[in-house]
């Protein structure tokens, strides 16, 4: 990983479930060529990891503010932590 680069833990709340924005953020994820995973959580709220060039993290974040067409984020908040030790981009199950 490069000093450019930046890691981010997110809890996405809102009518983020039954919307396909696990989905939705895995192809954006894919198309940015950022690492990480993306999971429903029980409570309702969906977590994700992004790692990857900081402007391509920071688009990512911008676009999980809308999500998909269906979805109404209501709260977005990332925390920066260490890389994903695996390469490429997972949907994970729910946690």
Not at 48 to 58: E, I, K, N, Q, W
């Amino acid at each position: 990983m490069s000093m450019s680069d930046k890691t981010v833990h997110v809890r996405i709340e809102g009518r983020v479930q039954g919307v396909f924005y696990r989905a939705w953020t895995s192809e954006q994820a894919l198309s940015r060529g950022l690492a990480g995973w993306v999971r429903n959580m029980r409570d309702g709220s969906v977590e994700a990891l992004f790692s990857g060039p900081a402007a391509d993290v920071d688009d990512m974040l911008t676009a999980c503010r809308s999500g998909p067409p269906l979805a109404d984020v209501t709260k977005i908040s990332p925390i920066p932590c260490e890389a994903p030790e695996t390469p490429g981009f997972h949907k994970l199950p729910t946690a």
